[in-house]
């Protein structure tokens, strides 16, 4: 009785629910400390105090009926000029409130901003590998996501390849940097050729393409490596970002969209997301937590124990023989499969208690997944395991 | 550049937002204690003081890496069964936490249950006068909404022509008891007629009907009426609720959809509601408002203060003259506007500073409604305005 395009979600996400009772099955077998769950990116690291301290500030002092009330379908009007006054602060930008629109997380603004841009068979290009829900997000509304086959040299965007899959039925192209999987941050040069062949494009078929940028892993940068910002590269910019991952405040679905006035059509894209946002029954991002991000544009959760996690499987894994990029970002890891099949290393992983993400679920066959959002004791006492494994299949 | 779709929706939308800029200029000419504003459902009313207390409770004494962190996309199991045993106890119910999905308000529940149900074309029945969203939350999923007509004489539904516009493409029905606009509560002997003609098309038309029970006013009932609980009486029945107004949190989003065993393909229904929570880009419902509301299931606002509303709106406008049911729930008056265009009617209370909403918005002409989630003294200083619009129209 459900529709027809659930029920292929259903079939296909049973697979996933099987991987994750397997998970609890281990667990309850050989105690949750021996099972090293690497499959999730849910963040491991504390809120920074601030949050604590304005969730606090905020229902101490503040008037309870407009703390939790409705307010402009597209948020708080002072929650959006302060976040617009910090972005050009930071990043040199000229916007303000108007730019931006506060949505239930960076899934709910991509949701947004889908709805608002596209129609039945438009096209949006993306870059292998990607987080998957893309697909989702982009099926919502009878688009096609195209995509892009993965640079597996340097995981930077696989450009030569991009220019040939530009059409007159290209409406959007979604990057995600520092990205999910890779944790790879796009370049300079990498974002001003992305913008040169998108201008060019835009001429050749006398269209719009927007660019959307998916930011929630903005914050999670190491080595004092620069994430460019990148409506400053390409007029035609949007940008989705989250607290979910800069504050650990994932399940709280918190984050906004940016909609500069360079956008083509940018007053009614901006009218159209405000909807959209309204339509789609979101209706608002929810009401305390923009108070509470609007006091915590400045906090910072604890990034040196991602890197110290970071620095060790890193090191470890490379001297077992694996091969994997170094992350620059974000909290994962996407490590060379020992085998080909990837699946097939997962399950063998799965035996020593060990759960990734096969590349597969990110459109890159040949790779596994690791969020090392996790204790330093998991990835400590998940080594031997890694080891073993390579060695194993040797 | 935007979609078609959104473009009608721009286009429509911006006469609204023309009303509230007028409403705003209003404010600021005559200042805004002398512009009575009626035409927003915004709870006038404190949250209950458990709310302020569960918040404190959770931040102080609960892990921050758990209470802002993802869980289930259904929402934390213990939150679940906390709704499901506070329902079971209230109503004699005996659901268990796998029937509760955790919703991004009731807005967010209805997206989730239509994109779970409907293929493209499918239709979907609802009763004038009704909350106009209904029309996009099912078009966002390329269904059709089917309007009966407004039952003027008592604004219960009108069951004769609802018999007429049943057919083998109708999907589900939703209905909203206490009712926007009109503040009528749905009777017992109401939904055993709609159960029985429910019972009658299934089996005429060898398909499953769902009956989808929109209650975000459940808890603002007054005279001791009795909302009866729609699941009794009709098997294929799925209840969406929201906190929004039982617990004056409209800003934060927190609502729960009900799928009991009993619904047809419950198991794939509820495995369906689960991943369109995902993919709509909800994700969850906020993580913390989940806690707070499990700690609130028996928490009531001050229904007294909407009630002593109620009765100076209702009996003050009785006797200069109009026409309107007495209202046994929600925070609404819906009153026939005194000429027949309520449109026309709204634009001559504007010039009294009162802004209501034409009938129309709602899908019945010739009637206005009166948001009465004011404060006390908006109703009595709007009165003198009220009673003078009419004795200029006789």
Same mark, same amino acid.
């Given at each position: 009785m459900i529709s027809?395009?659930?029920?292929?979600?259903?079939?296909?996400s049973s697979i996933i629910r099987a991987m994750f009772e397997e998970g609890k099955r281990l667990s309850a077998i050989y105690g949750v400390e021996n099972v090293f769950d690497f499959s999730l990116g849910n963040p491991s690291v504390e809120p920074p105090q601030e949050v604590k301290e304005a969730i606090l500030e905020i229902v101490n002092h503040e008037n309870a009926i407009s703390i939790h009330g409705y307010m402009n379908n597209?948020?708080?009007e002072d929650v959006r000029a302060s976040i617009a006054a910090s972005i050009n602060h930071k990043f040199g930008t000229a916007f303000n409130q108007n730019n931006i629109i506060m949505t239930v997380g960076a899934g709910g603004g991509l949701n947004v901003i889908f709805k608002t841009l596209l129609n039945p068979r438009d096209e949006v290009i993306t870059f292998a590998p990607f987080?998957?829900?893309?697909?989702?997000?982009?099926?919502?509304?009878?688009?096609?996501?195209?995509?892009?086959?993965?640079?597996?040299?340097?995981?930077?965007?696989?450009?030569? /390849? =991009?220019? +040939?899959? !530009?059409?007159?039925q290209t409406k959007a192209v979604i990057i995600n940097s520092p990205n999910n999987p890779t944790g790879v941050v796009y370049s300079n040069e990498t974002l001003i050729k992305l913008a040169d062949i998108?201008?060019?494009?835009?001429? /050749? =078929?006398? +269209?719009? !393409?927007?660019?959307?940028?998916?930011?929630?892993?903005?914050?999670?940068?190491?080595d004092r490596v620069e994430v460019p910002y990148v409506t400053k590269f390409y007029a035609n910019t949007i940008i989705g970002y989250s607290f979910s991952k800069s504050l650990s405040l994932p399940g709280e679905r918190i984050g906004y969209l940016v909609i500069p006035d360079e956008v083509t059509d940018s007053e009614n894209v901006i009218a159209a997301a405000n909807i959209a946002t309204r339509i789609l029954g979101f209706v608002n991002?929810?009401?305390?937590?923009?108070?509470?991000?609007?006091?915590?544009?400045?906090?910072?959760?604890n990034l040196e124990a991602y890197n110290k996690n970071r620095e060790l499987l890193y090191h470890s894994l490379l001297s077992y023989g694996y091969e994997c990029i170094k992350p620059e970002g974000a909290f994962y890891m996407f490590v060379k499969s020992p085998i080909e099949d990837d699946i097939e290393f997962c399950r063998l992983a799965k035996e020593k208690n060990i759960l990734v993400v096969p590349g597969t679920s990110f459109f890159c066959p040949g790779y596994i997944r690791i969020a090392y959002c996790v204790s330093y004791e998991t990835i400590k006492n998940s080594l031997p395991g890694f080891k073993a494994l390579i060695e194993e299949l040797k």
């Open positions: 027809e395009k659930m029920q292929e979600h259903v079939k296909n597209s948020g708080y987080f998957g829900e893309y697909k989702s997000y982009v099926k919502n509304y009878d688009g096609e996501l195209v995509v892009v086959s993965a640079n597996t040299a340097t995981f930077q965007p696989n450009l030569e /390849e =991009f220019k +040939t899959k !530009i059409n007159a998108l201008r060019e494009k835009q001429k /050749e =078929f006398g +269209t719009d !393409i927007y660019l959307i940028s998916d930011e929630p892993y903005r914050e999670l940068a190491y991002a929810p009401s305390l937590f923009q108070r509470v991000v609007a006091k915590c544009l400045d906090a910072k959760v």
